[in-house]
């Protein structure tokens, strides 16, 4: 074993698979074996590995400007045209662009941006956050508080009510829907939830609701038709800002430019990315916020002399322009219109697993879908624990098949959006062995419900 403590890491099972190169939507492991990456390495290398572009751009830049930080007044060309070139096609109003380096910094740096703009504006009661059940936003203290799941808080002693965290329901309406309710009803009850939770805590108090359009690390929840629109008429009612966490949904991954686009949100007041914004050739992330808060902060960080936050890589000029040369080859080349076909491919692809007797639920849009395992497929009653979803991800992995057990017994899909409709098709030959090897097991012992 070497010296690292690896991050979301069983600490007893560390050092399992060891990769050395990858090429396209494959890599290798130190053995020589091939994989193809279902899960573009942590739901982040849109345009997979070994592109030389990006490469070269990388190379390019470290001869030209290797590193300059931003604080002071000091700026960088690359920098400032990225902010540019995102600014035009987010949907963020006249959007303003804070880089960091992850998405967690970037959702971190949003819980102070919120304060610093409330403050501002002569209400700095207002700042509490309604985040959901079985959200992810990150790992940093403040973000690891916005994620809604169980093994980011253990051990941790996390202040939620010291950052003024609240908790709404999920909107899954597989695992959260009451006997006989329809997805109408069910959007109904759990919205009616919200309202009462924002007038039991005072709208005054409260300054925005955050969301993944699409969920990633809790499962791929896509809520059902008319929630969105139903939340943005309670928070637009109550004055309340819409935060949209795009880190995994962001730029072409759901068969839209963006989460927002395909789940009908409305203009996002704040958006938080990365991973995909630079197709994870280097770590860069970016907090946005509305225009006119950026206005309103400027006179506040006048009168203290600085606005006091900022990263030492914030802004990397070559993270930066790894990043603007994505975002060309995304529009260049088309990437999001293909991987939107492709896309939808891989979801009827997927699709025909429904009637597996281990498949409760396959759910997903463009390429980012989940299949969920159950005990009993009648009652969708779930396995206990996660080892039936390791197991499956294992059994997928000795296939030939990367990909992730998430929220318990779901295996979560997410190649590269280069992905061809031939590799689909191979994905989905290794993922049926995979499967039926984890039936084989989960019958051998016995852990159907019946």
Not at 183 to 198: A, G, P, S, W
């Amino acid at each position: 074993m070497s010296a690292i403590i690896y991050p979301t890491t069983n600490l007893k099972a560390t050092e399992t698979l060891t990769l050395e190169r990858g090429d396209g939507v494959y890599v290798y492991d130190n053995n020589g074996n091939k994989y193809l990456e279902g899960l573009a390495g942590l739901w982040c290398t849109s345009l997979g590995y070994n592109n030389r572009e990006l490469i070269e751009t990388v190379n390019e830049q470290l001869s030209t400007l290797c590193y300059s930080h931003m604080f002071g007044g000091k700026t960088h060309q690359v920098g400032m045209d990225l902010s540019d070139k995102l600014s035009a096609i987010l949907p963020v109003n006249n959007g303003k662009i804070f880089f960091g380096n992850s998405g967690s910094d970037a959702n971190d740096s949003h819980i102070k941006m919120l304060r610093y703009y409330f403050n501002a504006i002569g209400k700095p009661e207002k700042r509490k956050i309604i985040s959901r059940e079985r959200a992810y936003h990150g790992v940093t203290v403040a973000s690891a508080a916005l994620t809604g799941l169980a093994p980011n808080h253990e051990h941790f002693d996390l202040p939620f009510e010291a950052l003024g965290i609240l908790r709404t329901d999920a909107p899954h309406y597989y695992r959260g829907a009451l006997k006989g309710e329809s997805e109408v009803q069910f959007v109904e009850r759990i919205t009616h939830n919200l309202e009462q939770l924002i007038l039991k805590e005072g709208p005054e108090t409260i300054a925005a609701f955050i969301a993944e359009p699409i969920t990633g690390a809790s499962g791929v929840i896509v809520p059902p038709k008319g929630y969105y629109e139903k939340v943005q008429a309670i928070l637009n009612k109550y004055d309340i800002l819409f935060w949209a966490d795009e880190v995994i949904t962001g730029f072409g991954r759901t068969g839209n430019d963006f989460g927002s686009t395909t789940m009908n949100i409305q203009s996002p007041d704040l958006m938080t990315l990365a991973k995909q914004l630079s197709s994870a050739y280097m770590p860069i992330s970016a907090a946005v916020i509305r225009g006119d808060m950026y206005e309103a902060m400027i006179e506040p960080s006048s009168q203290v002399g600085v606005f006091g936050h900022g990263y030492t890589y914030s802004g990397h000029p070559t993270a930066a322009a790894v990043a603007l040369k994505t975002l060309e080859i995304y529009e260049r080349d088309n990437i999001f219109e293909k991987a939107a076909d492709v896309g939808e491919y891989l979801q009827r692809r997927l699709a025909e697993f429904r009637d597996h007797p281990l498949v409760g639920e396959v759910r997903g849009a463009g390429l980012l879908a989940a299949v969920e395992f159950v005990a009993n497929k009648s009652t969708g009653e779930a396995f206990k624990g996660g080892a039936i979803g390791a197991y499956a991800q294992q059994a997928c992995q000795k296939h030939g098949l990367i990909t992730r057990s998430v929220a318990g017994s779901s295996l979560a899909f997410c190649p590269p959006l280069i992905i061809t409709l031939e590799q689909v098709d191979e994905l989905i030959e290794k993922f049926s062995k995979g499967l039926q090897d984890t039936l084989d097991y989960v019958v051998r012992e016995n852990l159907i419900v019946q």
